[in-house]
């Protein structure tokens, strides 16, 4: 089993940044990928980005492309997301997910992001 708690959602006008965290705990090291997605109201949840846990690869939605930047703690076990440059059509539940070397898929709470135009 995988744990995954998700941090550093909020309000933020257009334009900001907002930086969100999910930290990973229990059986982490079977972890080969980590990523975010989203989920707007009355829409299905979407890719966001995706980390491996092994060399790093990274993994953009065309919309997100230029704007935002995920990176891993690998001592930490943490994941980041970076969000610049935010636009209302940001607005989302974000959720972190981590899939392991036996293909489970273990997802975390989510964390409300609201951009303000």
């Known amino acids: 089993q995988v744990q995954l708690v998700e941090s550093g959602g909020g309000l933020v006008q257009a334009g900001g940044s907002l930086r969100l965290s999910c930290a990973a705990s229990g059986s982490k090291f079977n972890i080969v990928a980590m990523g975010w997605y989203r989920q707007a109201p009355g829409q299905e949840r979407e890719l966001v980005s995706t980390i491996l846990t092994s060399g790093g690869r990274t993994n953009y939605a065309d919309s997100v492309k230029g704007r935002f930047t995920i990176s891993r703690d690998a001592g930490e076990n943490t994941v980041y997301l970076q969000m610049d440059s935010l636009k209302p059509e940001d607005t989302a539940d974000y959720y972190c997910?981590?899939?392991?070397?036996?293909?489970?898929?273990?997802w975390g709470q989510g964390t409300q992001v609201t951009v303000s135009s």
């Open positions: 997910n981590a899939m392991t070397i036996g293909g489970r898929s273990f």
